[in-house]
């Protein structure tokens, strides 16, 4: 049970390609192949998306992804025993052009062995001002059943409701921006059923113990996130976004981030870096002071103040261009690999593998390799 | 930012939806300016799967989430 938080997946699959409200996204698949590896956790997979037009007005979209997770993190380390996994998700959409407007529809499946969540999504996006502005405004529904794999009899809901609107805008002939305000609510069963918390218990050699941690069952969250694209005087281009973040449980974030592309012959390279801070939440305690010390408790490390960088490094080739080809009904093609080098630093979250007094441990540290390569056929 | 600023600020695009309907407002980027735009190197979601899967790492490892957009590349003006 470890990627569970569907609902941005599904509007994101769900607005793909339609900043421009006018046109229907370009027909095209994508065959991905993903890897993350890092603190432990080494999660692969692929994930191929194939869209299709229908006619004029319609553009349908299918993804199917995969994750094979083998995970001795540092959680499982300390609380409970390494295990392996998988979890498949699939997703149906569907786009409708009328004039300047372009209707979506998405479901989204994901099924684990002790976790399943279906999330249905709609949006509409509207091109204005001559075409210079488009307005997208989205509403997802999530469906989440949580289980426990060592409990058949354990079996929790959780819902989740999404609204959205987005601005996406041509300021001048080498600038765009787009400007994204978002709500989450959440209902029901919120924490993780296998994870614990640490209090102090002179009764134990270590000096503490861990009991299940248990959450508020609601949480709303708002977030607000702004960028922009410039074309440099060669054809190059910039980009810079920034996000703020605040929910129900204190938790408040900033995050940042600069890219540069840069084409050259058939290439296209591009580097990223981004940067995540966030307090947080309000209950959560690296080591509360006795057992059920408070009426919430969580130790999750997602949910305490933390700060992230993350290094991008991205080539892609285009080894088919759309000039006049002999591959067929295949217009144009590329394959892009990328690597994010992505490093934690955790303010409130101690390393217990070092077995060191209460109180002297390490603040724990993450470092993540996350690589892809994925082909890309137009037609 | 409560839901009720998230409502304030739904009216105020829906005004700006209906006001869009009352005259036409002049393109100051016009559609013959528009090819750098066009341009891939200018989309800013060009690749839908990949930019998926890594907000869903992000999402996973931290704990905001939302407000990156979902929308997609291009400008809409080839």
Redesign the interface.
């Known amino acids: 049970m470890i990627l569970r938080r569907l609902t941005s997946i599904a509007l994101l699959l769900a607005l793909a390609g339609n900043a421009f409200a006018g046109v229907l996204p370009d027909d095209r698949t994508d065959l991905l192949y993903h890897l993350y590896d890092g603190g432990g956790v080494e999660i692969d997979g692929p994930s191929v998306l194939v869209r299709k037009k229908v006619g004029k007005s319609v553009s349908l979209v299918g993804n199917y992804y995969v994750d094979m997770i083998s995970s001795a993190s540092i959680d499982v380390v300390t609380t409970a025993s390494p295990y392996t996994e998988e979890r498949t998700q699939w997703s149906l959409g569907a786009d409708y052009l009328h004039g300047n407007t372009t209707m979506s529809v998405n479901y989204v499946s994901s099924v684990e062995s002790d976790y399943d969540a279906s999330t249905y999504s709609f949006s509409v996006s509207q091109d204005m001002f001559g075409d210079l502005t488009t307005l997208t405004l989205s509403y997802a529904l999530g469906d989440d059943i949580v289980r426990r794999s060592d409990d058949p009899a354990f079996m929790r809901d959780l819902d989740k409701q999404n609204y959205s609107i987005g601005i996406t805008q041509i300021l001048t002939k080498n600038l765009i921006a787009q400007l994204n305000f978002e709500t989450l609510t959440e209902e029901g069963f919120l924490n993780n059923p296998y994870r614990s918390v640490r209090y102090a218990d002179s009764g134990s050699a270590l000096g503490y113990s861990f009991e299940p941690e248990l959450y508020p069952n609601t949480r709303t969250s708002n977030a607000v996130g702004m960028r922009a694209r410039y074309f440099l005087p060669y054809r190059a281009a910039v980009e810079g976004e920034y996000r703020y973040f605040i929910d129900t449980w204190d938790i408040e974030s900033h995050t940042g981030s600069l890219s540069y592309i840069h084409p050259w012959r058939d290439l296209t390279f591009t580097g990223k870096f981004r940067y995540h801070s966030q307090t947080g939440a309000h209950f959560y305690s690296d080591l509360f002071s006795r057992s059920e010390a408070t009426n919430f408790r969580g130790r999750d490390k997602e949910i305490s103040a933390l700060t992230s960088y993350t290094f991008m490094l991205q080539a892609a080739y285009e080894f088919l261009s759309d000039d006049g080809n002999d591959w067929g009904f295949i217009k144009k093609a590329k394959v892009t690999g990328s690597l994010n080098l992505l490093h934690i630093d955790y303010d409130e979250f101690s390393d217990l593998r070092a077995l060191e007094p209460i109180g002297s441990e390490p603040l724990y540290k993450l470092d993540a390799d996350i690589f892809q390569i994925f082909f890309t056929f137009w037609y | ?3 009720r600023s ?1 409502g304030r ?2 009216l105020t ?1 829906f005004v ?2 209906g006001l ?1 309907a009352c005259g ?6 016009k ?1 013959y ?2 090819d ?2 066009a ?4 989309a ?2 060009g ?31 080839n």
Do not use: F
Not at chain 2, 39 to 42: S, Y
Not at chain 2, 61 to 70: D, L, Q, S, T, W
């Open positions: 930012m409560n839901k998230t600020i739904c695009l700006l939806l869009s036409p407002i002049e393109p100051w980027v559609p300016e528009r750098r735009l341009d891939p190197i200018m800013l979601d690749d839908a799967v990949s930019v998926s899967y890594i907000q869903h790492v992000y999402e996973a490892r931290e704990g905001a989430r939302g407000g990156e957009g979902g929308a997609g590349g291009g400008c809409g003006c």
